[in-house]
C-alpha cells in the first residue's frame, strides 16, 4: 500500500484509485472471499468462533477416545499380574524363565518371581515362606501395606497373621527368630509388616537367593503383569506356551475379566458422550453459519442484479464456507490437542499423546459442516427474486 | 400492548421461534443427558468394579495361621476357629447394607478323593452358590454368582451352565442347588482325573455328583466346590464358616478414612461410621457378627477408588465441554433470531419505544423460548440419559429431581447470555437504516 490510511476514514475517490491501483492483482474471486470477510469482520468472527469451538471439541473428544482407554489400561495394571506362569505338576520352572517372559512381554512388562516353602518356628508351627524379588514385587503389587521394606541381609516381610506366629504382638519386635526347613536352620530379623487382607498376610517372605541358599527351592510361579489389549495378552500368553512347555500360562480371569468389563462400559459411555458433543458443536455451526449466509442476502441479490450465474453465485458461498471450515479446521485442532493434553495432565498425571491421524477428519467434518450450512439458506434464496431482497423486504 | 406484542411475535414468526426453540431443546437436551450420567457415572462404575470381586472378608477372631500352598490346606481339617453360619444373615442388618452387593461364605475342608490306596488329597470348598436367605422380613439371594462373577461353569464339551436358577432337566450340566449333594470340579482338576459332568466322584465315602466343570483362573481350578452345607457334613461340624468374602460399595479412600476409630471425637465417629468407606463397613461387619474379625482386600479395595476417580473426572470433563457446546449453539441461535429483526427493531423505536421496552420484549421472547424449550429439552434428555443407562449399563440412570430447576436456570441463563449481545446490538442500530434496509 502506498497511501497510510486507517480503515474506517473517509477516503477521497482518488486514494481509493490509486490503493487499488497498487493492490496486489488477485482475481475478483479471491478479492471478493477477503474483502468480505474483512468488511464485516465481527459477523464472520463469530462464525469462524463456532468452527474454532467446534473442531477443538471434536478434536478433544477424539484424541480422548483413543487415549483414554490406554490410560485406564495403565491404571487396570495397579490390579497387579493378569498373567501367572506356574511350573507344571512335578516339574520346575527353568532357570531363564524369568528372562524368557520379559523378553517376550518387552521391557514395561513386570515379572516377579515366587518360590514356596513349609517351614517350622522353633515352638513347632508351620508357616509357608516364600521367596520373591523385593523390589518388583514392590513395583507390581501397589496395595501392598508394608511398614517397611526389607534392605538388609536376612531381613523378612512378615504377613500381618503370620506375625503372631514368629514373634509376640502385631508389633514387629525385630528379635531375630529361626525357622527351621528339611533340618536346614535359618535366623531372620523382621525388617516390617505386611498386610494385604488376603493370603499373603498368612506368609513370610524372604528375598529369593537367600530362600533358595537355604531351602533349595527355585521360583515355581511367576506373576506377569502384562500390558496391552486383550488381543495382546493373548498373544503373549501363545508365545510363552511355546517358549516355556513345562510351565502352565494361566491369565487371572478376575482380573482381566473384571478390567474388560469396566473398560467396555467406560468406552460406551465416552462414545456416547462425545457423540453427543460433537454432534452438539455441529448443530451450533450450522446455527451460526445459517445466519451468517441468510446474512448476507443482499450481496447474493447484488452479485445476481449484476449478472452473476446462478453457477458462480453458488460457487462463491461455497468457497467462502469451505473457507472458513478449514481455517476453522486447522485452528481448531490446534487448540483441541492442547485441551486434550491438559485433561489427561489433569485426570490422568500423564500426558496425551496428540494424534494427528485424526486431523483429516475434523477437516472433512468441519468443511461439510460449513458446506452444509452454506447450502441450505441458497436453496432458499435461490427462489427468491434479488429485486425483493435488495427492496429490503 | 407489551403482552400481545411478544404474543403476536410468536403467532407469526413461528418458523424463526421453532429454530429456536430446536437449539435451545437440543442444547439442553444434551446437557441434561450429560450432567445426568456424570452425576450417576460413579454409581454405575462401583457396581461395575463389583465384577473384580469381594472386596471385605470376614474371619474368626482367633483364627490360626493358614498354611496353604496352592490351594491345597496343610493343616488339619478341624483345625482353628469358626464363624457361625446363623449369624451370616446379620450382614443385612448393618447401617450399609444398601451397600452390601452380596457376600458368600467359604468352607475349604482337605478331603480324600477315591478310594483305597490311591485316594489323593485334595480341597473340597463349601459355599453358597445362589441361596435364598431371610433377614427380618426381608428376602434375599447372594452367594458366588454374585460376589465371583468371573466363576464359569461349562459342560464337558465346552457348553456354557444355563444362567437361570430355575433348573433345566435337559441341560447336561448346571450350578448345583445350595441343598444338593452336586459339586462342581475344578477344570484343571477334571483334566487330571479325566472326570465329566454327570459323573460321581468318591469323597471321605461319599458318591457325590459332579453337575458342571467350574473355570476360575485361580486355585479353585484345582478344587471341587461343593454347597456349604454338604461341606460342612463332610467335616462334621454343622453351621462352621471358615470366613465370608463381602462385596460392598464403598467410597475412595480419604483423609478421613484412614483414621483410627478409636481416636477419634464422637462427631468425627458419627460421620466415618455413616460414611461408606470400607473401613467404616468393615467396623460395621465386626459389629454384626459375632467373634469376627473384617478386613479389606487391598488387592480390590485400594484400586478402585483410582479408577473411579480417573473415571468420574474424565466424565465431569466432558459434561463441562458438553455444557460449553451447548451454550454456543443456543447463544448462536438465539444471535441470529434477534440479528434477522432488525427492521423489527427500527419499526418499534419509529413509533416511540424506548430501548428498555424493546430490550423488555426481546428478553421475554427469549425467557419464554427457554422455559419451553429447557423443558422439552429436560424430558427429551431424561429419556436420552435413560436411553444411554440401558443400553450400556443394563440399569436405569436416575435423574434427580432436583436437576429440573437448574437445568431450567442454565437454559435460562444461557438464552439470555447469548441474546444480550445481539439485543444490544439490534437497539443499538439506527431506525433509519433498519427501515431502509440497509443492514
Sequence with gaps: MTTSTTPGTLLTPLQVANRRAHAPHTSMFMRMLLRAAVLRRRRAASALLAMIVAAAVATAMMNLYVDVQAKLRTEFRNYGANLVVVAKEGQALPADALSTVESVLGAKTLAVPFSYAVARTNDGQSVVVVGTDFARAHQLNHWWKVSRWPDAPNQALIGMRAAAVVGPGASPSRQPFALTFQGKAIQLVPAGMLQTGAGEDSRIYLDQSEFQNWTGVAPSTIEVAANGTAADVDASIRKLTQLLPNADIRPVRQIMEGEANVLNKTRATLYASATLVVLTSALCVLATLIGWVFDRRRDFAIMKALGASEHLVNGFFAAEAAALGVVGAILGFFIGIAVAVWIGRVNFHAPVVPRFSVFPYILAGSVAVALLSAVLPIVLLRRVQPAIILRGE | ?439
Design chain 2, 1 to 439: 400492548m407489551f403482552p400481545r406484542i411478544v404474543y403476536e411475535s410468536f403467532r407469526r414468526q413461528a418458523r424463526r421461534k421453532l429454530l429456536a426453540g430446536i437449539a435451545i431443546t437440543l442444547g439442553v437436551a444434551v446437557a441434561t443427558a450429560m450432567i445426568a450420567v456424570a452425576t450417576d457415572i460413579g454409581d454405575k462404575i462401583n457396581r461395575e468394579l463389583r465384577s473384580y470381586g469381594a472386596n471385605l472378608v470376614v474371619t474368626p477372631q482367633e483364627d490360626t495361621l493358614d498354611v496353604e500352598v496352592g490351594g491345597l490346606n496343610l493343616k488339619p481339617p478341624s483345625d482353628g476357629a469358626f464363624l457361625n453360619e446363623a449369624d451370616l444373615p446379620k450382614i443385612r442388618g448393618t447401617f450399609w447394607h444398601h451397600n452390601i452387593v452380596g457376600f458368600s461364605p467359604m468352607l475349604p475342608v482337605t478331603v480324600k478323593l477315591g478310594a483305597g490306596s490311591d485316594a489323593k488329597d485334595v480341597t473340597l470348598l463349601g459355599t453358597y452358590f445362589d441361596k435364598a436367605l431371610r433377614f427380618g422380613k426381608e428376602d434375599f439371594t447372594t452367594g458366588v454368582r454374585i460376589t465371583h462373577p468371573w466363576w464359569k461353569v461349562s459342560c464337558s464339551d465346552g457348553r456354557l451352565a444355563p444362567p437361570s436358577r430355575v433348573e433345566d432337566p435337559a441341560a447336561a450340566c448346571s450350578w448345583p442347588n445350595d441343598d444338593s449333594q452336586n459339586v462342581l470340579i475344578g477344570e484343571r482338576l477334571a483334566a487330571k482325573l479325566s472326570k465329566h459332568s454327570g459323573d460321581n466322584l468318591e469323597i471321605n465315602g461319599r458318591q457325590l455328583t459332579i453337575s458342571g466343570i467350574l473355570s476360575t483362573g485361580g486355585v479353585e481350578d484345582d478344587q471341587i466346590v461343593a454347597p456349604l452345607a454338604l461341606a460342612q457334613q463332610v467335616l462334621g461340624k454343622p453351621g462352621a464358616v471358615r470366613r465370608v468374602y463381602v462385596s460392598a460399595l464403598t467410597k475412595p479412600p480419604d483423609a478421613l478414612s484412614v483414621r483410627d476409630p478409636k481416636s477419634m471425637t464422637p462427631e468425627v465417629y458419627d460421620r466415618w461410621y455413616c460414611s461408606p468407606y470400607v473401613e467404616s463397613i468393615a467396623y460395621q461387619l465386626q459389629e454384626a457378627i459375632p467373634h469376627s474379625h473384617a478386613e479389606q482386600i487391598r488387592q480390590v479395595a485400594q484400586n478402585e477408588g483410582t479408577v473411579l476417580s480417573r473415571i468420574k473426572g474424565l466424565m465431569l470433563l466432558i459434561t463441562f465441554a458438553a455444557l460449553l457446546a451447548s451454550a454456543l449453539a443456543v447463544s448462536a441461535a438465539m444471535a441470529t433470531a434477534i440479528y434477522e429483526r432488525r427492521v423489527e427493531v427500527g419499526l418499534m423505536k419509529a413509533l416511540g419505544a424506548g430501548d428498555l421496552v424493546v430490550s423488555a420484549i426481546f428478553f421475554a421472547e427469549a425467557l419464554l423460548l427457554a422455559l419451553v424449550g429447557g423443558l422439552a429439552g429436560f424430558s427429551a434428555g431424561a429419556l436420552l440419559a435413560r436411553q444411554i443407562g440401558r443400553s450400556i449399563f443394563n440399569s436405569r440412570i436416575s435423574i434427580e429431581p432436583v436437576l429440573f430447576p437448574i437445568i431450567l436456570g442454565i437454559a435460562v441463563f444461557v438464552t439470555f447470555a447469548g441474546s444480550a449481545a445481539a439485543i444490544r446490538r439490534a437497539v443499538k442500530f439506527d431506525p433509519v437504516f433498519a427501515l431502509r434496509g440497509e443492514g
